[in-house]
C-alpha cells in the first residue's frame, strides 16, 4: 500500500513539472505583451459581472469542501477533500486573474490563466481519483 502511494505521488508530482517545462519552453505565448486592454464597454461590464460570479462560486464550493473535510476528521477520505480544496484555491486565483482582465484593472495573460485553470481541473481529478480508490 505504501508503494502505491509513493507511485501516485510521483505521478503527481511529474505532471505539475511537465506544466512547469512547458511554460518554461513557451515563454513568449505566456508572457506576451498586451496587445490591447479590455475595453470598459458593455461587453467588458458583462464579462466582469460574469467573472464576480464564478468567483463567488468557487468560494462557496472551497468552503463547503471545507466543512465536508471536518467532518471527516483525519479519516481515509480526507486527503480527497484536501485536494477539492486545494483545486478551488486555485480555481479562485485564475477567476481573479480573469477578473482583473476583464475588468481593466491588470494584464495577466490569457496563457497563464488557462494554465492555472488547466491545474485546478488535475487537482480536482487526482481529488476524485484518490477518493474513488478509498470507496473501491
Known amino acids: 500500500l505504501k508503494?502505491?502511494?509513493k507511485k501516485e505521488s510521483k505521478a503527481f508530482f511529474k505532471i505539475w513539472?511537465?506544466?512547469?517545462v512547458v511554460v518554461v519552453l513557451f515563454p513568449q505565448e505566456a508572457f506576451a505583451p498586451p496587445?490591447?486592454?479590455?475595453?470598459?464597454s458593455s461587453s467588458g461590464f458583462l464579462l466582469a459581472v460574469l467573472d464576480?460570479?464564478?468567483?463567488?462560486?468557487?468560494?462557496f464550493c472551497f468552503f463547503s469542501s471545507l466543512k465536508?473535510?471536518?467532518?471527516?476528521k483525519d479519516g481515509?477520505?480526507?486527503?480527497?477533500?484536501i485536494l477539492f480544496s486545494f483545486s478551488f484555491v486555485i480555481l479562485s486565483i485564475a477567476q481573479l486573474f480573469s477578473l482583473s482582465?476583464?475588468?481593466?484593472?491588470l494584464y495577466v495573460p490569457l496563457t497563464i490563466v488557462s494554465l492555472i485553470r488547466l491545474l485546478s481541473?488535475?487537482?480536482?481529478?487526482?481529488?476524485?481519483?484518490?477518493?474513488?480508490?478509498?470507496?473501491?
Open 52 to 59: 464576480v460570479l464564478l468567483l463567488l462560486g468557487v468560494l
Open 17 to 20: 513539472f511537465l506544466l512547469f
Open 121 to 136: 481541473i488535475l487537482s480536482l481529478a487526482l481529488g476524485i481519483y484518490f477518493i474513488k480508490k478509498v470507496l473501491s
Open 35 to 40: 496587445s490591447r486592454m479590455v475595453a470598459r
Open 68 to 72: 465536508v473535510k471536518s467532518f471527516l
Open 101 to 105: 482582465v476583464s475588468s481593466g484593472l
Open 3 to 5: 508503494t502505491m502511494e
Open 76 to 81: 481515509e477520505l480526507a486527503y480527497g477533500w
